[in-house]
């Protein structure tokens, strides 16, 4: 079966000539900048201001789309690449303009869920009480400090606004999948609140030992006891377990290896104004994460037995004053202390002997920063910022970011950013014991990049084009030397260098008040200049970045055809990539599609019911997004759902 199917441009083509001819209520923008964006500054910034490409993902999107996995939203981001271990809960990896996997800071309300040094498996992250996904595509490290290299990605959870809602879902499909989940919600001007739970599961996609089960628990209260102070709590809770049948080639060989993990993340944001121009903010977040990894014998004539638990948290405290010193002029200074701390143990068992590991490392991370934003009016807004950071394991690094907008015309908007950001090691790479050894001595990587865009309204402002282009250095990144290069050397050192550059283009069109459309697309060159110790570790002269693409893009169609029911589709594109051991991974062309049918809308003493069904892979495209681990054929999900007035 070929990966890249033309039936697939026909059927989206099809339902969206359908959709024109139905008649419908209002649509909204589904993946739009708002009119205000928080991420890009840490203030809430009228779009029009901000000089760095974003795109906003709304969570009653993602709802009415069955989207439940935050990696599902970001494959329609441009520039955005996911690449999943074949099946549900497989490890997942996102790059973002060329960036390394670590290269993006993702964050809950402000908590960030990253590893220490920027690792993060998206598989797990589910979309359940989401109000909004804000992707700020860029150098933000001035805000973020370390793994925002080339963007942040935030959750917002929903607030809890107007009256008291309740919904709850339930659905089934292919590869014994089913999803639950319930939710919670409501709050006035001084209190809100709102509470969600989901279960996900599915057997895989693999003969045996493939199953995935995940459960999420998210809460948020928020308070304004008076006029100048106001104060937010958010808690989030996530377990899952992944059976793996395969090793590290791909080969289905194993009936009981699994890993396991559960995380809290907190965080607890309060604010007090001390006078009309000027407030103070702290905000205090813990995310700890416990992971467990087992393989046991297969059978009785096997003996060899590795279990590995790992225990990591990060907790931080940032303070910050905003002051309005007038003229459109936004002073932001800040402190920031942060304490990393991790603990692992394995074990190897076999017909020699055990052959235990341990390790307990910690670093504190310190830094300052400062953010001015100056705006003239709707015309032309200046973001200049500059960040120190004092880090226990490398010591000092300075970053900045600059960036510059300005409306040519009342349709045409012009914006251009420059900045410098940083990465932190791993905790591995620093303190690795055993058969791999850590380097306490490594610098942070870092990167120099600089972005110029041109947004335009058409059509009477029916149409939006965002067009980007940027350029990216990437120096001192850290590679995995084997065997190391001396006795009682190392296996990480700093020696490798990469650019990266591009293109970006995000569209939408209305067509009158029920069809929307959506086009993004991005060009990108990646190519190390430099390999290191004579090619002798993961990266090559003059190669691509490994599961870059050249091109990627999507085309997506959205129609509402009654009030509560709409029809989508998606046709997502992913150019050649090159994988490990030289393999070059085809491109490949994938359709997703969604439909809500209202049975009856939610009234003062009634529920409302709605029919739900996602079908992902339409066409039953056969590809890989990383190499020996097919994805999933088709995917079919539906259910219903439940929802009280008040609820959205």
Known sequence: MSAF????????????????????????????????????????????????????????????????????????????TVAQNGSFGGFTSGFLRGGESDYVR??????????????MDLANLSTDNVDRIEVV????????????????????TRRGEGP????????????????????????????GYSLAASRFGSDGAYAFNNAYRNTTVSALVRARPGTATDAQLTVRYGEDRFEIPTDFAGQVTDSNQYSSGDGVTVG???GHRLSRRAEVRMLATSHTNFAHYEDGPDDATQTDRFVSRTWFARRAADLRANVDLGRGRMLTAGAMLEDERGHARSLFQSTFGDSPDSSRNDRTDRAAYGQLLWAWGDRA????????????????????????????????????????????????ENFATGFDRGNADLAPERAASWEAGVEQSLAGGRAQLAVTAFTQRFRDMIDYISPAPGAQQPNFFNVAAANASGLEVEAHASAGTRLLLGLTYAWLHTEVTDSGFGGLGSFAVGARLLRR?????????????????????????????DDVNSTRLPA?????????????????????????????????????????????????????????????
């Open 549 to 577: 693409p050249t091109h990627s893009g999507s085309l997506s169609a959205d129609v509402r055809v009654a009030r509560g029911s709409a029809l989508g589709a998606r046709l997502i594109y992913v150019g050649d990539r």
């Open 5 to 80: 199917r033309p039936s697939s441009l026909i059927v989206t083509a099809a339902i969206a000539l359908a959709a024109t001819r139905l008649a419908a209520q209002d649509l909204r923008d589904t993946v739009r900048l708002p009119g205000i964006v928080v991420t890009a500054t840490r203030l809430p910034t009228p779009a029009g201001s901000v000089s760095n490409g974003v795109t906003v993902i709304r969570g009653e999107t993602l709802r009415e789309r069955g989207i439940t996995h935050l990696l599902e939203a970001l494959r329609l981001v441009p520039g955005f």
């Open 106 to 119: 993702v964050l809950v309300d402000g908590v960030p869920v990253n590893d220490a040094g920027g690792q």
């Open 381 to 428: 807004a200046l973001t200049a910022g500059v960040r120190v950071e004092d880090n226990e394991t490398f010591g000092t690094f300075a970053t900045y970011r600059a960036g510059l907008s300005y409306r040519v015309s009342g349709t045409t908007r012009l914006r251009a950013t420059m900045g410098r950001a940083f990465k932190e090691p791993t905790f591995y």
């Open 588 to 648: 490949y062309a994938r359709v997703d599609a969604s439909a809500q049918v209202e049975l009856f809308g939610a009234r003062a003493a009634r529920a409302g019911v709605a029919l739900l069904v996602r079908v992902e892979n339409v066409m039953d495209a056969n590809y890989q997004e990383v190499l020996n681990f097919p994805a999933r054929g088709r995917t079919i999900l539906g259910g219903v759902r439940f929802g009280a007035a008040g609820e959205r």
């Open 268 to 270: 607890l944001d309060v």
């Open 137 to 156: 595509r860029g150098p933000a490290s001035v805000l973020y400090g370390s793994d925002a290299v080339t963007g942040v990605v935030q959750i917002f």
């Open 164 to 191: 008291a809602g309740l919904s709850a879902s339930a659905r089934a499909g292919t590869y014994g999948t089913s999803a639950f989940d319930a939710a919670v919600q409501g709050g006035t001007g001084t209190l």
